[in-house]
């Protein structure tokens, strides 16, 4: 079956620091993957995406993921955490065997960033 | 543009009482999606439209109906409200009706209480 995991539920780390969120997702087909963040009481916002080509994928606030087929994983780095960051973040998958019409989202990560 | 919009923002019921989420986009987007959101659990679809008149189940469809009759409207149906119906709803749209390949829009949510 189809599923996203999001091993951490929380992650703490300093402004300043880098940060790395861990995704890891089972699919059967070649997959589409995302990540989103929200903000408290806010809707969610796509950072990035891949789809095919360039394993590395830039997004937008600073943030870039790497697709490694071999570990099925779709991580979330970012060199120097802003306490701005501070959000969920979903890791999400779809793909063709589904016609691309349903997105699985994993649990989500939420950040904290202390000063 | 405004983007996707949901109304009410806020809602409260008993059990047993029926209500309609709203949904709407001014993109022009075929494709449109309501999900559920639970703590700890992520984003559950509920329901899917690739286009005005066209609509399929997501993953957790029981106690919902939708219908799709303009391309800009996308309301949810709650029929008889359960207490495990208590969750954040979110709608969703993007252009294309193949949304795994494309950027999906979310809506700001509608927090719902059934008593």
Known sequence: AQSVTQPDIHITVSEGASLELRCNYSYGATPYLFWYVQSPGQGLQLLLKYFSGDTLVQGIKGFEAEFKRSQ??????????????????????AGEDTGGFKTIFGAGTRLFVKA | NAGVTQ?????????????????????NHEYMSWYRQDPGMGLR??????GAGITDQGEVPNGYNVSRSTTEDFP??????????TSVYFC??????????????????TRLTVL
């Not at chain 2, 109304?7 to 993109?27: E, R």
């Not at chain 2, 679809?45 to 690739?50: A, F, M």
């Open chain 2, 76 to 85: 949810l149906r709650l029929l008889s409200a359960a207490p495990s119906q």
């Open chain 1, 72 to 93: 099925s994983s779709f991580n979330l780095r970012k060199p120097s955490v802003h306490w701005s960051d501070a959000a969920e973040y979903f890791c999400a998958v």
């Open chain 2, 92 to 109: 969703a749209s993007s252009y294309s009706y193949i949304s795994g390949r494309d950027t999906q829009y979310f809506g700001p949510g």
């Open chain 2, 7 to 27: 109304t009410p923002k806020f809602q409260v019921l008993k059990t047993g009482q029926s209500m309609t989420l709203q949904c709407a986009q001014d993109m």
């Open chain 2, 45 to 50: 679809l509920i329901h899917y439209s690739v």
